[in-house]
C-alpha cells in the first residue's frame, strides 16, 4: 500500500529555521505535494515537487529524494503566523487522488 | 479570485436526516473531492469526481452518495445521517494542468 510518515509536532521560534519531514512508501507517483491549514481554516497548496531536488518559494521550500522515499518542507525566517498545520501528500495519479500524510504542528513560540 | 464555495460554515441535524452539503468551484476543474477531518486522522477521502456524472468511491464512502450532475457543482449526501458523522467536511477540486488542490472553507456538521 501507500502510507506516509510525518512527525506530530514541531516547535520553533521566531526568526529560526524549521525542516518538517516526510518519509513515504509507495510503489509509484508523479509528486509530492505540501499543503498548510491554520487552526479552523481550510488546507491550502503551498508546493510540488515531481522531480529530485529543492523547489523554492519565498521562505518556503520543498524538497524530494525519490531513491530515498524522503521529502522535507523548509520554513525559514519563521513568523508566528506560520503557526499552522503542515501535510505531505502523495499525487498517486494526474492529480486526481492524494495520498496524505496525518500532519505536522507546527508551534512558532515569541 | 478563484475559489470553492460551501454552501454551510456549520450544520446541526438530527439523526436519520438526510443532509446535503453543497460544493461550487468557478475554477473549470474536472476533478473535485470530498474529505472529512477528524482530530488525529487527518484528511480521509470519501468520494471523488473526475467528470460530470461519475464518481468514484475513496476511503470512507460507507454512509454516503454523492453527485455531479454540473461540473461546477459536487454535492455529498449523508442518506441517513448518524453521529459518528459529525465531523469537519472539506470539499476540493483540482485540474489536469495543475498540481494543487483549491479547497472549500469547510463545513463543521454536528450530527445530534
Known amino acids: 500500500g501507500q502510507s506516509l510518515e510525518q512527525p506530530s509536532e514541531v516547535t520553533a521560534v521566531e526568526g529560526a529555521i524549521v525542516q518538517i519531514n516526510c518519509t513515504y512508501q509507495t510503489s509509484g507517483f508523479y509528486g509530492l505535494s505540501w499543503y498548510q491549514q491554520h487552526d479552523g481554516g481550510a488546507p491550502t497548496f503551498l508546493s510540488y515537487n515531481a522531480l529530485d531536488g529543492l523547489e523554492e518559494t519565498g521562505r518556503f521550500s520543498s524538497f524530494l529524494s525519490r531513491s530515498d522515499s524522503y521529502g522535507y518542507l523548509l520554513l525559514q525566517e519563521l513568523q508566528m503566523k506560520d503557526s499552522a498545520s503542515y501535510f505531505c501528500?502523495?499525487?498517486?495519479?494526474?492529480?486526481?487522488?492524494?495520498?496524505w500524510g496525518l500532519g505536522t504542528s507546527l508551534a512558532v513560540n515569541p | 479570485d478563484v475559489k470553492v464555495t460551501q454552501s454551510s460554515r456549520y450544520l446541526v441535524k438530527r439523526m436519520g436526516e438526510k443532509v446535503f452539503l453543497e460544493c461550487v468551484q468557478d475554477?473549470?476543474?474536472?476533478?473535485m473531492f470530498w474529505y472529512r477531518q477528524d482530530p488525529g486522522l487527518g484528511l480521509r477521502l470519501i468520494y471523488f469526481s473526475y467528470d460530470v456524472k461519475m464518481k468514484e468511491k475513496g476511503d470512507i464512502p460507507k454512509g454516503y452518495s454523492v453527485s455531479r450532475e454540473k461540473k461546477e457543482r459536487f454535492s455529498l449526501i449523508l442518506e441517513s445521517a448518524s453521529t459518528n458523522q459529525t465531523s469537519m467536511y472539506l470539499c476540493?477540486?483540482?485540474?489536469?494542468?495543475?498540481?494543487?488542490?483549491?479547497f472549500g472553507s469547510g463545513t463543521r456538521l454536528t450530527v445530534v
Open positions: 475554477m473549470d476543474h474536472e476533478n
Open positions: 476540493a477540486s483540482s485540474g489536469e494542468a495543475n498540481y494543487g488542490y483549491t
Open positions: 501528500a502523495l499525487n498517486a495519479g494526474n492529480n486526481r487522488k492524494l495520498i
